[in-house]
């Protein structure tokens, strides 16, 4: 399994848009072989003495943290889809971000451990 994982710093008010842009990811992301999707809000995000989720993301006063990953059973199927997703005209009708892009950390994942119940 492979993870792409996200922390992103959304506007409070924005919510709800950025729950509409994650539910029409979806269904694209899935179609070319996302196994699952993650979206976390902010409910316990406490600042940090070193470092932080909130000086990770340079988030502003008002803006809450959204903690996120998607799932693929491999990074060439995580690569392929990022290409294809790129150049699929679904992904223009999202409009513009409910977030300031720029300030979002992600990066792949090679997954080490994995217990589920």
Request: with cysteine.
């Amino acid at each position: 399994m492979y993870v792409n994982g996200f922390v992103i710093a959304v506007p409070e008010g924005n919510k709800q848009a950025y729950i509409d842009v994650a539910e029409k990811f979806w269904p694209i992301a899935r179609e070319f072989g996302a196994l699952s999707q993650v979206e976390c809000w902010e409910a316990d995000v406490k600042d940090g003495k070193t470092t932080d989720f909130r000086r990770a993301t340079k988030a502003e006063k008002g803006e809450k943290i959204v903690f996120s990953w998607v799932t693929w059973p491999d990074k060439a199927t995580a690569d392929a889809a990022n290409q294809k997703m790129m150049e699929d005209p679904r992904m223009e009708d999202f409009g513009e971000m409910p977030f300031d892009g720029p300030r979002m950390v992600y990066g792949g994942f090679e997954v080490i451990v994995n217990r589920e119940a």
